[in-house]
């Protein structure tokens, strides 16, 4: 199994920047693909950014330009620099872990803000 630990998240104002950090532990060889989901209020969990261990990279549209993932796999972690910050960037964000088996572990979910 992989456990995922997230930190990272807060309040900020339109504009500004956040980083968010995903250190993964336990089966760290099984995983294939690390990445970022969003869940907002009354809308349905979409995907962020993911990186694969090849270091293939998807982005959302709508965070394209202003989003970047990266890894540092001497640490087991993921990162998401998220700058220029939107209103509609609000969300929990959840890092997420799959394994070339598809099986998918989550982390526990960090609140991110933007707000005036």
């Known amino acids: 199994q992989v456990q995922l630990v997230e930190s990272g998240g807060g309040l900020v104002q339109p504009g500004e920047s956040l980083r968010l950090s995903c250190a993964a532990s336990?089966?760290?060889?099984?995983?294939?693909?690390m990445g970022w989901y969003r869940q907002a209020p009354w809308k349905q969990s979409e995907l962020v950014a993911t990186?694969?261990?090849?270091?293939?990279?998807n982005y959302a549209d709508s965070v394209k330009g202003r989003f970047t993932i990266s890894s540092d796999n001497a640490k087991n972690t993921v990162y998401l620099q998220m700058n220029s910050l939107k209103p509609e960037d609000k969300a929990v964000y959840y890092c997420?872990?799959?394994?070339?088996?598809?099986?998918?572990?989550w982390g526990q979910g960090t609140q991110i803000t933007v707000s005036t």
């Open positions: 997420n872990a799959q394994a070339l088996s598809q099986y998918d572990s």
């Open positions: 336990g089966s760290i060889v099984s995983i294939n693909r």
């Open positions: 990186i694969t261990r090849a270091l293939n990279i």
